[in-house]
C-alpha cells in the first residue's frame, strides 16, 4: 500500500486497520486553536495523522498521542519520526484508563476521533472491527477521560456521527464539558448530515453552530471544504 500523501508529511498505513479518511482530516483541520495550546493530546491516534496536521497547525511544544493497538502505535512512532515535527511529537502504547490514572499534567487541548459503530458490524477484519466499533473506547470513557486530563482553561474536539450529537452532549455535560462549536457536515446539498464535529470546554458559553457540506458533484468541492483543508490535500 503506498503512503498517503499530504503537503508537508506522509502517512504509511499499511500496518493500521483504519486508515486516513476524510472524518480524520476534518477533525484535524476543524479543530480550534483559538487558545495557542502548548500541550495536545490525540486519544486513539491510529496512523497519527491528526497529530501531525496539529503540529502542522500549532507552536505546541508538546503534542502527545495515545494508542492500544500495538501495530497502529509502532506505524504512529514511525510517520511521527519521518516527519518535520518528530522533536514534538511522542506517542504512548496505552489504553485511555491506564493512562489517565498515571498522566498528572493537564493538556490545553485534547483531540480524538473516536470509534463509533456502536452496531454489531463485522467486515471480517478483527483489528478493523475494533477500531471501529465504539466497544473499545466508549463515549462515555472518553467524555470521563477528557475531563480528568484537560486542562481548566483547555478544550476537546472530537467528531462523531450526527445521530448521537444530542445524546453525546447531554452526556458531556455530566462530566461538566460543555459545547462551544459545533459544524454539521454532509456530503452535498442534498445528503442527510452524517457527521457532527464538537469543540467543549469546562465553562458554559452561547453555542455557535452551523454547517458544512463537502462536495457540490463527484470530486468537485465546495469553496468551504477546501478553505478548510487546502494546507494539507495536495489536490486543494
Avoid at 519520526?81 to 504512548?92: K, P, Q
Avoid at 480524538?112 to 452496531?119: K, L, Q
Amino acid at each position: 500500500m503506498k503512503p498517503f500523501k499530504f503537503k508537508q508529511f506522509q502517512i504509511d498505513q499499511d500496518r493500521c486497520a483504519m486508515k486516513v479518511g476524510t472524518d480524520g482530516v476534518l477533525l484535524g483541520a476543524w479543530a480550534s486553536i483559538d487558545n495557542n495550546p502548548e500541550s495536545i493530546l490525540d486519544i486513539g491516534a491510529g496512523t497519527g495523522l491528526i497529530a501531525l496536521m496539529m503540529a502542522q497547525r500549532s507552536m505546541a511544544d508538546t503534542i502527545d498521542a495515545l494508542e492500544i493497538d500495538e501495530d497502529a502505535y509502532e506505524q504512529c512512532v514511525s510517520n511521527f519520526e519521518a516527519s518535520d515535527w518528530g522533536d514534538r511529537l511522542f506517542c504512548y502504547h496505552a489504553g485511555l484508563d491506564e493512562f489517565v490514572e498515571e498522566w498528572e499534567d493537564p493538556y490545553d487541548l485534547v483531540i480524538s476521533n473516536p470509534p463509533f459503530y456502536s452496531e454489531d458490524v463485522s467486515s471480517g477484519d478483527a483489528s478493523r472491527d475494533t477500531a471501529r466499533q465504539n466497544q473499545s473506547l466508549p463515549f462515555d470513557e472518553l467524555l470521563e477521560g477528557v475531563s480528568k486530563l484537560m486542562a481548566p482553561k483547555g478544550s476537546f474536539a472530537t467528531i462523531i456521527p450526527y445521530k448521537e450529537e444530542e445524546w453525546f452532549i447531554e452526556m458531556a455535560a455530566t462530566f461538566k464539558l460543555y459545547p462551544k462549536h459545533v459544524t454539521r457536515v454532509k456530503g452535498n446539498s442534498t445528503s442527510d448530515i452524517k457527521r457532527s464535529l464538537l469543540q467543549f470546554g469546562f465553562e458554559e458559553v452561547r453555542l455557535v453552530t452551523d454547517e458544512l457540506t463537502i462536495e457540490i458533484a463527484r470530486h468537485e468541492y465546495t469553496d468551504a471544504y477546501v478553505a478548510l483543508t487546502k494546507d494539507f490535500y495536495l489536490k486543494m
